[in-house]
């Protein structure tokens, strides 16, 4: 079967099956490893990535869904060798820690600061509820988020 996808701004083709995760192709067919596929169970966001903005857990989202809309990694956050503004945040606030659970953060992330730009602590740590990591108390992590909401920047 072909499928024809929108990843990253780019039409892609895969040989896969529909009910291929997406996760799978991303990574073994489109060789974009940003997503993690650790739990393949749905629970750590991992391998979250973006459906039309919206995060999702390509661990379970099969492959054929997502034709007709536009999926966005990790990989496509940095432009030109320069790391977006969130990316530049965690680093600022040394938020990164050991980097599995970190692109499906940064994904969640994205989603929640392009649709909210003054997002509050609450509103950030609700978001992050389903990306989970063993390194850190988040508290960095949801310090470089709030950095870049408009009510940050307006201070």
Known sequence: MTLRLLVNGEDRVSRSDAMTPLIDVLRDEFHLTGA?????????GACTVLLDDEPVMSCLLPCGLTRGRAIRTVEDLSSGGMLSDLQTAMVDHDAVQCGMCFPGMLMTLTSVLSRHPA?????IRAALSGNLCRCTGY????????????????R
Do not use: Q
């Open 36 to 44: 993690k596929p650790v739990c393949r169970e749905g629970f750590c």
């Open 119 to 123: 997002p509050s602590r609450d509103d």
């Open 139 to 154: 508290e960095r992590i949801v310090d470089a988020a709030l950095s870049l909401s408009s009510a940050a920047v307006a």
